[in-house]
Structure formats: C-alpha cells, structure tokens
C-alpha cells in the first residue's frame, strides 16, 4: 500500500492499494490548515488506509479520501 501524490508511479512500481496524498511535499497532511483541521485529514486518510487494508482488491486501484 502506497500514500502518494503521485498514484501513477506507485501503479509502476506494482502497488496495488494506492492512497492519493494530498500533496508531493506533504503526502499525509496539509501545513495551510490550522492544526485542529490537519488532524481531521491525518486521521481521514489514517481511516482511509485501514479500509483499504481490509478490502480485497485484485487490480491495482487509487483511493481517495472523503471528508
């Protein structure tokens, strides 16, 4: 499983569980939020990948995450 901006090149390396990130620099997390609202988004995309984890997948296939 792979957090990343960048779903095209975790699909390369043969990820099959990708999380789209919120941005290359800060994949998990969003420094113009105020800090009460940064953590509302750790915890969705934290949500997010345990879902993912428990979700049987066959092809490769990206995620969001859904306020």
């Known amino acids: 499983m792979f957090v990343t901006a960048l779903p095209t090149i975790a699909q390369m390396v043969g990820a099959n569980r990708i999380l789209r990130g919120v941005a290359i620099t800060n994949p ?28 049987d997948v066959e092809a490769r296939t990206v995620w969001e995450v859904t306020p």
Do not use: N, S
Request: negative net charge.
């Open 28 to 55: 998990t997390g969003d420094p113009t939020l105020a800090a009460d609202d940064e953590r509302a988004l750790r915890v969705a995309l934290m949500r997010r990948a345990l879902e993912m984890l428990a979700t």
